[in-house]
């Protein structure tokens, strides 16, 4: 999709932002900035074998004073 002027302003216009005209040039700027550096991000391809760097669990952390975390 082609990003110009108008379509940051339809982008703000539909989140209740409004820019005025002499700032959407930056925010172009911006948001194609933010775009390439999307399109770097989903190029990098790692191995199957690489572990998440987050890992889940259902378990919640316990915050009180000199617990092991574990559950009763």
Do not use: C, H, W
Not at 33 to 46: E, G, H, K, W, Y
Not at 55 to 70: D, K, M, N, V, W
């Amino acid at each position: 999709m082609a990003v110009d002027r108008n379509v940051i302003q339809a982008f703000a216009e539909a989140n209740g932002i409004n820019i005025p005209e002499e700032r959407l040039d930056l925010v172009l700027r911006q948001y194609q900035s933010f775009l390439r550096t999307l399109q770097t991000i989903d190029s990098v391809a790692p191995a199957r074998e690489t572990d998440p760097a987050i890992t889940f669990t259902t378990t919640l952390p316990s915050f009180s004073a000199g617990s092991t975390g574990g559950s009763k």
